[in-house]
């Protein structure tokens, strides 16, 4: 371990955005507010007398205006196409605002059900379709602006002790029981509410006299590769020694969530999860450091369940520069720049990849930087499997692979054969995706037989776009241009391994029926004339490992 | 001609013998020339006569021609010289089949001069400096490292054996080739063939040459043309058929289904067939072979370590001075093992998929390419053994071939088309030769004409050789 920690020393794989989103600070006269669904900033002033400035992701997402002060703002939240606004200020009603251009902006309100009800939360769950959260279950309503009033869609009754929103997945999870632990998960689909298998965390530990013991702080959602899953931290004693876990549940359509993969963490205290490129980011606020989890790199099966130790050994954020907070009302008057505390107490994040400082006024949005990761897994293997699922891994890959052919850094031809096998797995799954995509019309199932990916996004399109932009492909010419080539600049590999490697990789790509290019053909042809093996050449050519084709002709004259 | 005289004798050795004028110049000092002489018992005077002849005859042609002397035909024997190094001669001495004959009611002698071939012999030969200097160096290189009395020594070590060998009677055309059959494999597989002895290779640096055979077609050869094509020979010949009788008698000190290695490898089907019988008797490390080849450099001293699974087969050519220690083998057979025998039942199943060959055809074949001594023939039934009968042709034929190769190897002409009828009128041997391949059919079809056997021809050049082409 102290090897493994010096290893990541100075290593950061985890950073910031490099352009956070800046908002006012939270203080005396202003509230901030933070909507999951459309990844707005709320920072609400006295009110909202004194001015509300929304910051979202991009510029058609920010807005500032003023409303009448009626009393503290609870939470407050815009529409999918921003034409109304939400706010609560009491526990017993919603109030709404139509925003479009020429509306009047005056307020509707809309109560609960029950004299003795109380409002948790709401959401916005589609276009003019919102869900109120109480401690009596769910009340699910269609917006009519043109009319001022709210219809109701759907009520679902139960004892309700928090709740948790994934946007992406319109999946709602609500917490009931004593202890907090039944979870009772509800999908939500065009003025639609399915009720999906309740299921039972199971507890380390259960107190008595009962006591809630699960929060919604310990709960999240994350779609991991296509797939949603619920993530559970837990704290368990083992050994005498207090230590935590997260536990994730795959969620489905017919049965109660799975136990399916168990994330070790070898720690205790505080925690928080994040998901980045399907990756699992837990940050550990006492050792200021992030662990990565891949469930699909390793682990050990117990045929029911797979556990997981990181990645890689845990490392820092990156190091963030920021300015002291500047006087309110002067912006030109920049403070000194100075590093930002990582893990602060006032950090706060959001799924997927949301961290926030209300009391700095910042938002990031986290990123993995490969390159770091690359130094720390020494099983070439297993390096490049886990590249190959990430995005924009793709230059990252190809120097992995250089690397491997040159002297100081050689890897063996086993390791060779297995990566070589990998990329081009990868490469002819793209290409039966292309010629599918080519021929299928995409159909439109119902999205309860695909209960994800949902973001209004067909199927599709997301294999797709994870065939352009998200996938790493290496294809020949990639291979040619930014690997093999080396054997052409350097001088002391041995020519042996030169054709060792070609050969196998020619093997790799008719293994998977990919037709070998030319100029593949044509390196290990000169590679064998340059060191005389004319007898070698010829049975190559005689088993046609070496096809015939014009181009190779022209370069054997 | 027609050959049918049962009572022909066999074409049989008569005397084979190496010298070197310069050993012995003066007067007196004949003897010394003689490096190996048989029939070992000859006297020496006959020896130095036998030997001082052939200096004379050698000399005499220099006279009339650039090329030295090739053959002399005589009534009863054929002499064939060989100058394999400079001032080394060899000499094969074969009688001529001869029968008894009656005419006017006296019985004489009839010799068959016309079957004994020159070029037969002359390959044989040529074949028998090849296999001394596989695995004993060129006559140079023994001089090189000793005197003319080791050189003399090993010249009687091998070929007093090989000369025992030797099947006179049954050389022909296949000798004059000196071919390799080639395994006829999918890529795919090949491709896997091939990465094995990479990582071979890559794994046992003493490995400088490796060469896999499946049954006796071999399929990869790291060695240069001209080593493999005599290894092969041995591999063959020699080697596998010995290796297989020791097989079938049950010789072997552990069956081919378990693998008694001791150690916690799984089962496979590898063992050493050149090298320790068993892995668990270290002290025992077999026989391997030394062989000499010149693929790196000349005269590179090389163990020749053969190990088989199933059917396959992997040559490895250790560098000679590596001494072999017993852990060696022990991790070869683990690394190779299971590979091999997953790899060899996989060849198997790909040639079980393979439909059998239906109905004896009309015509057969030897074909032979130049470039990459590929051989094939449907003549032969076995073309390594030659066990007696194994010729599906009647001799008559096979000489016909014969001589239509050494027309066709005089002509300086790259391609070359001979068409032939026996007297009997039963059987077509067409010879075609083009680029650098070449290869000749027999049809035995009594009543067909030219213009039948000529279209026959071109069908079977499609059919059977389709990938191969001829220039027409």
């Known amino acids: 371990m102290a090897e493994a920690d010096s290893k990541s020393s100075g290593v950061h794989y985890v950073q910031l955005s490099k352009h956070p989103i800046r908002f006012e600070p939270v ?44 009393g503290e703002v609870i939470s407050i939240k815009f529409s999918y196409d921003m034409s109304v606004l939400a706010i609560q200020r009491s526990q017993k009603s919603v109030e709404f605002m139509n925003f479009t251009e020429h509306s009047d902006r005056v307020e509707y309100s809309q109560s609960c059900r029950g004299k003795t009800t109380n409002i948790i939360g709401f959401h916005w769950t589609a276009l003019n379709e919102i869900v109120f959260v109480t401690d009596h279950g769910i009340e699910y309503y269609q917006v009519i602006p043109e009319k001022k009033t709210l219809k109701c869609l759907k009520n679902q009754s139960g004892q309700v002790n928090w709740f948790v929103w994934s946007p992406e997945s319109a999946v709602m999870l609500l917490s009931s029981g004593p202890l907090g632990n039944i979870i009772n998960p509800f999908h939500f689909k065009s003025g639609q509410l399915y009720k999906l298998p309740k299921f039972e ?14 929060h919604e702080r310990d709960v999240t959602m994350a779609q991991i590769y296509g797939v949603l899953y619920i993530c559970v931290l837990r704290h368990h004693t083992v050994a005498g020694k207090l230590t935590a876990e997260i536990v994730l549940y795959h969620l489905q359509r017919e049965n109660p969530a799975r136990r399916s993969c168990v994330l070790r963490l070898n720690m205790s205290g505080r925690f928080a999860v994040n998901l980045v490129d399907n990756i699992i980011i837990v940050h ?23 556990f997981y130790d990181p990645l890689v050994p845990a490392s820092p954020i990156r190091p963030f520069m920021i300015r002291a907070p500047s006087i309110p009302g002067q912006p030109g008057a920049d403070g000194q720049k100075h590093e930002l505390e990582l893990y602060s107490p006032n950090w706060i994040v959001f799924q997927p990849n949301i961290l926030i400082d209300a009391k700095l006024g910042y938002m990031w949005y986290l990123k993995l930087s490969l390159e770091p990761i690359v130094s720390l897994i020494d099983d070439k293997v297993k390096l490049i499997d886990f590249l190959l699922r990430r995005k924009d891994s793709k230059m990252v890959i190809l120097k992995v692979c250089k690397q491997m ?30 010629i599918q995509a080519q021929v299928v019309v995409p159909s439109l199932g119902s999205i309860l037989d695909h209960l994800v990916p949902y973001t209004g996004a067909s199927e599709s399109t997301q294999t797709m776009d994870n065939l352009r932009g998200r996938k790493a492909i290496i294809d020949q010419s990639d291979m040619y241009t930014h690997v093999l080539s ?18 196998e990789y020619i093997r790799s790509l008719n293994q998977v029926f990919i037709p070998v290019q030319h100029y593949l053909y044509e390196l290990v042809i000169n590679t064998l004339v340059h060191h005389h093996c004319f007898y070698q050449l010829h049975q190559f050519l005689q088993y046609h490992v070496l096809s015939d084709s014009k181009p190779l002709w022209t370069s054997t004259d | 001609m027609t050959g049918k005289s049962p009572e022909k004798t066999p074409v049989s050795l008569v005397n084979f013998f190496v010298f070197n004028s310069e050993y012995g110049p003066r007067e007196g000092e004949e003897e010394k020339k003689i490096l190996y ?21 050698i000399k005499f042609t220099e006279t009339f021609s650039d090329n030295p002397c090739e053959a002399m035909h005589a009534q009863k024997t054929r002499q064939v010289f060989h100058q394999p190094e400079k001032d080394f001669w060899m000499v094969l001495t074969v009688s001529i089949p001869s029968s008894e004959k009656e005419k006017d009611g006296q019985s004489y002698m009839e010799f068959h001069e016309d079957d004994v071939q020159d070029s037969v012999f002359d390959a044989v030969l040529k074949q028998a400096y090849r296999m001394f200097k596989l695995f004993m160096g060129s006559f140079q290189h023994i001089l090189e490292k000793g005197t003319a009395q080791n050189l003399k020594q090993r010249l009687d070590h091998f070929f007093s054996r090989y000369l025992q060998t030797l099947k006179l009677n049954q050389s022909d055309i296949l000798d004059v080739y000196c071919g390799i059959h080639f395994l006829p494999l999918d890529k795919n597989t090949y491709l896997k063939i091939q990465c094995l002895i990479n990582l071979l290779e890559a794994t046992f640096l003493q490995v400088k040459y490796t060469a896999f055979l499946y049954n006796d077609q071999l399929v990869w050869s790291g060695l240069e043309q001209d080593d493999m094509r005599y290894m092969y020979k041995y ?10 009788e020791q097989e079938l008698q049950g010789g072997s000190p552990y069956s081919s289904s378990t693998n008694v290695t001791g150690g916690p490898s799984t089962s496979h089907y590898g063992k050493f067939v050149t090298g320790p019988p068993s892995l668990t008797e270290p002290q025992n490390f077999g026989k391997i072979p030394r062989i000499f080849v010149n693929t790196g450099r000349p005269d590179e001293e090389c163990h020749l370590l053969v190990y088989r699974a199933l059917s396959a087969t992997v040559c490895m050519l250790i560098e000679g001075s590596f001494q072999i220690p017993f852990d060696f083998f022990k991790s070869l057979d683990s690394f190779l093992g299971p590979q091999l025998s997953s790899l060899a039942s996989d060849i198997g199943e790909q040639y079980a998929r393979r439909p059998p060959s239906t109905a004896e055809p009309l015509f057969k074949y030897v074909y032979f390419n130049y470039m990459n001594l590929a051989q094939k023939t449907t003549i032969h039934a076995d073309s390594n053994k030659k066990t007696a009968g194994s010729v599906s042709v009647p001799p008559d034929i096979m000489r016909l071939i014969g001589d239509i190769n050494a027309d066709i190897s005089r002509s300086s002409n790259d391609d070359n088309e001979t068409i032939a009828r026996t007297q009997t009128g039963d059987y077509w041997v067409v010879g075609k030769k083009s680029d650098q391949r070449e290869f000749y059919v027999v049809i035995n079809q009594k009543n ?16 059977h050789f389709s990938n191969i082409f001829f220039l027409d």
């Open chain 1, 486 to 503: 080396v054997f052409g600049d350097s001088k002391n590999i041995h020519f042996k391994f030169i054709v060792a490697t070609l050969v």
């Open chain 2, 37 to 57: 002489y048989y029939p070992p018992n000859t006297e020496l005077d006959k020896k130095i006569k036998d030997v001082g002849l052939c200096e004379a005859i």
């Open chain 2, 448 to 463: 067909a004409n030219l213009i039948e056997i000529n279209e026959e021809v071109k069908k079977l050049c499609t059919s």
């Open chain 2, 235 to 244: 591999l063959t010949t020699s080697l596998f058929p010995a290796y297989m």
């Open chain 1, 284 to 306: 550990h606020q006492a050792s200021k450091t992030s662990m990565l989890f891949d469930i699909k790199s390793g682990g050990e099966s117990d045929g029911y369940v797979t």
């Open chain 1, 27 to 70: 203080s005396q006269l202003t509230n901030v507010f933070f909507d999951e669904t459309n990844k707005q900033v709320f920072a609400v002033q006295s009110q909202g007398a004194m001015g509300v400035v929304v910051k979202g992701p991009d510029d058609k997402t920010n807005i500032n205006f003023r409303m009448e002060d009626r």
């Open chain 1, 201 to 214: 965390v199971d507890l380390p530990v259960i107190p008595k006299p009962p006591k809630l013991v699960l």
């Open chain 1, 405 to 434: 052919m040159l002297p100081d850094s050689q890897a063996s031809l086993p390791v060779i054969a297995q990566v070589f096998d990998l990329l081009n797995a990868g490469y002819r799954e793209y290409l039966d995706k292309e």
